[in-house]
């Protein structure tokens, strides 16, 4: 078995209390959270969708999240939800991003696939990803709810969206920690919901 070190013992104490600390800030939005579930509930008892995207760990969210709930998080007997990735189809992605630029590689999605009253979910720990903010601008435009998870300041992202999240940090692993936090607690009170 290899000896941890003192210096990495250290670094992983150190991560997990930053971690931890911006966890604690977030709880200050829980009404914010709260309000973004309840506007989720009432979209998937209209018959509508959750859709999301993002770059990179972002993207990587969506996906996360989308899986979430057309799976089941912790509730198995539930009925699937529709929710969606804009980040899966490399067809799509490909051929966007060739044809129209890789800032529109989502805002063409959300024409073709949103409609009014979906809730989009647009993830960017800046708020500053240009693609992010064309999709988020083109769900608005579609007349669906525009939500947005991001990181301190927020960016133009968070005066885009009807609601927006941002995660009191600065720090790119912090900020994303943040989001699948709220995404995890998203899913829980939809399944408690039975919807």
């Known amino acids: 078995m ?6 990495n013992k250290s670094i992983v104490t150190e991560a997990l209390k930053r971690s931890s600390t911006v966890l604690s800030k977030l709880a200050e939005q829980a009404g914010k959270i709260a309000g973004i579930a309840d506007v989720l509930l009432e979209a998937y008892q209209r018959g509508n969708k959750m859709v999301l995207f993002g770059n990179g760990g972002s993207a990587a969210d969506a996906q996360h999240l989308a899986a979430e709930m057309v799976c ?27 044809d129209f630029g ?3 590689v989502f805002s063409r999605q959300v024409e073709s696939l949103v409609n009014p009253g979906d809730v989009v979910i647009a993830i960017s720990t800046s708020g500053h990803s240009p693609n992010v903010l064309r999709g988020a ?3 608005r435009t579609k007349k669906a709810v525009v939500v947005g998870l991001t990181g301190e300041s927020g960016g133009p992202l968070k005066d885009i969206c009807d609601y927006c999240v941002c995660v009191p940090a600065k720090e790119t692993a912090r900020i994303q920690e943040g989001h699948i936090a709220v995404g995890h607690i998203l899913c829980s009170i939809i399944e408690q919901a039975a919807v």
Request: charged share 20%; no cysteine; hydrophobic share 40%.
């Open 102 to 104: 890789f800032e529109h």
């Open 72 to 98: 089941a998080y912790a509730n198995r007997k539930r009925k699937s939800l529709p929710a969606l990735a804009l980040t899966t189809d490399t067809s799509a992605l490909t051929a966007i991003g060739n």
């Open 137 to 139: 601008e083109a769900a």
């Open 2 to 7: 290899v000896e941890t070190t003192q210096t």
